[in-house]
């Protein structure tokens, strides 16, 4: 079972960023959070969780902004 489930999913590993929130989570707004002042003192489309921003942040330092990563 978990592997019939594997296979249908391994073509999402190629799809690209979503247009949802993605665009401001991860391709325009980790570009502001390069400081501990921007993580945790700029609210993202009007939401503030800091802990996502943290993650997003080494995410980005470990793979860049490969989609498949995130």
Known sequence: ?????????LS????DFANWDDEFYVQKSIAQWPSWAGIFGRPV????????????????ALSGTDPSSY
């Open 45 to 60: 489309v009007s939401k503030f969780h800091p802990l996502t921003k943290i993650s997003l942040v080494i995410n980005l």
């Open 12 to 15: 999402m590993l190629r799809n």
């Open 1 to 9: 079972m978990v592997a019939i489930t594997a296979i249908c999913f």
